[in-house]
C-alpha cells in the first residue's frame, strides 16, 4: 500500500531489527508490513514470497511490483482504495483482491491496513497484513454455484413434474 516499497529490516539493517513483533509475525501463516506514508517500506515479514510470490528484495523494490501482481480487474479498484486510505487519514481499511503468482495461479488476498503513530510528532506508519483467503474463497464460491444449481433444480423440478 504505498508509492515504493524498501525491505529495510532484511536489506538494509542487522539482522534481527524490525518491529518489537517481528519474531511473532515470522511464524505466522501471513505477510505483515510497515510502511511509511510515502509508501517506502520500513519492515516486511519473510512471508510475502509465499503469500504474494514477492521474494522479499523485489518486494522492496516498488509499489509497482505488488501492483503488477493484482489481478487486471481488481487493479483499478485496489489502487483507488489505497489511495483513498492514504488521504482519508488512515481510517483502517480491510480490502480482498486476487493476486497473479508467476506460475500463472491466482491467490485470493485479504488485505488489512491501518495508520499508527508511535507518539507525538512521531512519523504515521502504515501497518499492515496479507493473508490468503484463496481456500475460503474456492469453497464459498462451490457453496454459492451448489447453492443456484440446487435453486435451478428445484424450479425445474414442478416443470418436470408436471410434464410427466
Known amino acids: 500500500m504505498g508509492a515504493d516499497r524498501r525491505d529495510s529490516a532484511r536489506v538494509n539493517e542487522p539482522a534481527g531489527a524490525g518491529p518489537p513483533w517481528a519474531e511473532l509475525a515470522e511464524a505466522v501463516p ?60 488512515g481510517v483502517p481499511v480491510s ?35 496479507l493473508v490468503d483467503v484463496t481456500d475460503e474463497r474456492t469453497s464459498l464460491e462451490v457453496a454459492e454455484r451448489v447453492g443456484a444449481l440446487f435453486r435451478s433444480l428445484i424450479e425445474h423440478a414442478r416443470e418436470a413434474v408436471t410434464i410427466v
Open 30 to 89: 501471513a505477510a505483515f508490513y510497515v510502511d511509511r506514508i510515502d509508501g517506502t517500506s520500513v519492515w516486511v515479514s519473510s512471508q510475502i514470497e509465499s503469500i504474494v510470490g514477492l521474494s522479499p528484495e523485489e518486494w522492496a523494490s516498488g509499489y509497482e511490483r505488488w501492483l503488477e501482481r493484482i489481478h487486471p480487474d481488481d487493479r483499478r479498484r485496489v489502487e483507488a482504495e489505497t489511495r483513498d486510505f492514504l488521504a482519508g487519514g
Open 95 to 129: 480490502d480482498e483482491y486476487r493476486i497473479l503468482l508467476p506460475d500463472g495461479r491466482v491467490r485470493w488476498i485479504h488485505d488489512r491496513a491501518l495508520l499508527l503513530t508511535d507518539g507525538a510528532g512521531a512519523e504515521p506508519l502504515v501497518h499492515g497484513v
